[in-house]
Each structure stands twice: as C-alpha cells, then as structure tokens.
C-alpha cells in the first residue's frame, strides 16, 4: 500500500499504568489524525475487485497465466460391424457353442460309460456267484450220485466173487453150519439143520462132531441155495442163508442190492442172526 505524502507520526506520551502496573507501549488509541491512506477489509479485496479500494490506492494486477490448452475432441464412434464381420462372429459363436457342447456331451458320456461298467459289473458278479453256487450243487449231487455207483459196482463185484467162491469151494457150508449151530443157546432143543440136498453130504462129514454134540438133525431143504442154512430149535430160529447174509452186508453200504436178480433188485428184510425165543 502505498501513499501520496509522507507522514512523520506524532508522538503521543503512553498513558500511565495503574495499579502499581507498568503500562504497556502498544496498549493505546490511534487517533484517526495519525492514520493516513487506509482502507476498510471488504471480501472483494481478496477476490480481486476494486470497487472496495478507496481513491489513490493501487493494487498490482495479477501476473498474467499460461493460456489453457483446449481439451481433445472426443473420438469418433466405432464404425458399425458389417454383414460379413456380423457372420464371422455368429460362426465363431457357434462353433464355441459346439466345441462346449461337445466336451459337455463327452464327459457326460464317459461318466454314464462308468457306471453302465459298475452295473455291468455288479451284474456279471451276481450271475457268476450264481453260477458258482449252481455248479457246487451239481457237483455235490454228481459226487454223491459217483460215491453210490461206485458202491453199487464195488457190491456187485463182490456178489460175484462170493458166487464164484461157493461153486469153487462148496465146502465152505460146513463152515456156514457150525456157525449157525453155535449160535444157538445151549439150552435149546430139538435143533433141526436146514440145507440144501447138496450140501448135506459136505456137513455132516466136515461137522460132524458139532452135530453129534448139539444133537442136530440134518435136512434137506431144495428151496434153500447152495452156501446157506437155517437153524431151528425150541427157543428160536438162525437164518444163515447166503441171501440174508448178503442183504446184511449190503445194508451197511445202504445199498439196496438183492443176492439175486439186477441192480434194481431190492434186498430182503433182514433177519436177526440170534436166536429167536418164541413167545
């Protein structure tokens, strides 16, 4: 700020301090007749107005600013797709579409292969199990069906040797009888010893002490076959004869198979060997 004269201030003696207190050197009042060139503070001082400034006051005007590049024009639009470009992109849209839709289908696919293989599996597991259980059942069946025709022959067989043993050895009757005789109770009376004719000759030569002893009386009996006997006496009877003998040991094999006939035969009851008392 500055001013058309200059102005030397008065000076004015500071007033006295009270209250034994020094008085201050800037603690006074102007008077208006020392103040020269002065404004009043408006707001338009600070925003760069002039109306406010009394006459003789100059403000310095503001340093002159940089012009302000305009800004750039805003670029043109995109120009619109063409047909061709349109075509393009809806081609390569769908060949996206099918590519995706491909790999979708495939791996759906592959899990359905899955479990159509987990099924099929479980399938075929079960069936086998079946299977197996089936074929333990046959094979057991078959088994027992080997083990009776192996007996069946095994009886057979021997049926045979024993046949051709009593025409070879007729003489194995004697052996018959004193069994069959000592199998009676010592008590018993009045023996009668069954055979056949033929086999008569052979026993009362080959036991004839047994007979003598026991007192048993011989007789020949043509129903009865060669090889077998029957005892008779008060207490009871002893059936020796060779079938009964063979139904015995055919019974242990339970197999069904008469001393005479075929396979399909079918034994006599059995008879108990011990002697029977009569009631």
């Known amino acids: 700020m500055t001013s058309s004269k200059p ?47 009394p006459p003789g006051v100059v403000v310095n005007p503001p340093a002159a600013q940089a012009p302000v590049a305009p800004p750039p024009p805003a670029p043109p639009p995109p120009p619109a797709p063409t047909l061709e470009e349109l075509m393009l992109a809806s081609r390569k849209q769908a060949i996206d579409a099918r590519q995706n839709g491909y790999q979708e289908g495939y791996r759906d696919g592959l899990e359905a292969l899955e479990a159509a293989k987990r099924q099929f599996a479980q399938q ?63 008590t018993a009376r009045h023996l009668v010893l069954r055979l056949h004719p033929e086999d008569v000759a052979l026993v009362e030569m080959g036991a004839s002490d047994t007979l003598r002893t026991r007192d048993v009386m011989v007789i020949a009996d043509p129903q009865l076959a060669r090889g077998g006997c029957i005892v008779e006496s008060d207490l009871g009877r002893v059936d020796a004869r060779i079938e009964s003998r063979w139904a015995q040991a055919a019974a ?18 059995l008879e108990s060997p011990e002697p029977e008392t009569d009631a």
């Open 7 to 53: 102005n030397t201030p008065r000076p004015v003696p500071p007033p006295q301090g009270g209250n034994n207190r020094p008085a201050n050197a800037y603690a006074r009042f102007i008077p208006r007749e020392e103040l020269d060139n002065f404004a009043a503070w408006t707001p338009d001082t600070f925003g760069g107005g002039l109306g406010g400034l």
């Open 252 to 269: 242990v094999f339970a197999v069904p198979l008469a001393w005479q006939g075929g396979a399909a035969a079918i034994a006599e009851p």
């Open 124 to 186: 075929i597991s079960a069936q086998m199990a079946q299977v197996v259980a089936e074929f333990q059942d046959q094979l057991g069946g078959l088994e027992t069906r080997m083990a009776d025709s192996l007996v069946q022959t095994a009886l057979k067989l021997a049926r045979q040797v024993v046949r051709s043993e009593i025409e070879q050895r007729p003489d194995c009757v004697v052996q018959v009888a004193q069994q069959a005789v000592a199998a009676v109770m010592v």
